[in-house]
């Protein structure tokens, strides 16, 4: 096949992704935008035990996360549609830095954490009397639909990583602040803001703090390696093909 023919079927394949995560981008902003208003309607409803009014739901991971995944399939959704060449380049960097730094390795943390503890014992993470508040649909949008939605993003649409030291020292900033926060809450007013956090000593805090940080800095590392090995992969094979 000729050069001109191969840079054709090249086109073609990236034009195709394009409108695929075009599709993906929109449909997923709209389930997400979904489940937020959802559980925003809930504010006026009265709290089970479990659940305490200070810091609202944003001293919850899974929250903040809700709200990180919302926002960064929304500027997907408006980077596609964007015509403008110059602000779409500054969106896609943007979207590119907010996906592979925060939204995939935060995302996978949620759900794999999540799930772990909840096997264990889920009085320890998320107790039964919850139930009666959040409905399981919204249970399984915000800690296990999180992760199949992520996948997807990374086999739709590459994405450009930044230099590993910059994304290692944002997303240690972001999840110090986040150890400040609930640290904060406990000492406001007594009461941590997930029940087995009460189990550990000061030394066990740190160490299972420590334990998270490696496990969200594995998962970044995780995400870096899907996104060279399945896109770099696919374009070597459609070249090998289009020969």
């Not at 830095?97 to 014992?121: C, E, K, Q, T």
């Amino acid at each position: 096949m000729s050069e001109t023919n191969i840079r054709i079927s090249v086109k073609d394949t990236f034009r195709m992704t394009s409108t695929l995560g075009r599709v993906y981008h929109i449909a997923v902003f709209g389930w997400y935008a979904l489940v937020l208003k959802s559980l925003i309607a809930k504010d006026g409803e009265e709290l089970p035990p479990g659940i305490f009014v200070y810091g609202g739901p944003w001293k919850y991971l899974t929250f903040l996360n809700l709200v990180l995944q919302t926002v960064f399939f929304g500027l997907a959704a408006v980077n596609d549609l964007h015509p403008g060449k110059t602000a779409e380049k500054t969106l896609g960097r943007l979207k590119d830095f907010l996906f592979s730094v925060f939204a995939f390795p935060v995302g996978m943390f949620v759900v794999l954490l999540f799930w772990s503890i909840f096997a264990y014992d889920r009085e320890l993470v998320y107790p039964a009397t919850i139930d009666t508040f959040i409905p399981p649909w919204i249970n399984h949008a915000v800690h296990t639909f999180v992760l199949p939605v992520l996948l997807g993003e990374v086999l739709v649409q590459p994405h450009t990583y930044p230099q590993t030291k910059n994304a290692l020292a944002a997303l240690g900033a972001v999840g110090s602040a986040y150890l400040s926060w609930i640290v904060w809450v406990y000492l406001s007013v007594g009461i941590w803001v997930y029940p087995l956090l009460g189990y550990f000593s000061t030394a066990g805090l740190v160490g299972f703090f420590f334990f998270n940080m490696t496990v969200v800095t594995s998962l970044y590392l995780l995400g870096d390696k899907l996104n060279s090995h399945f896109w770099s992969k696919g374009t070597k094979k459609m070249t090998a093909k289009a020969k």
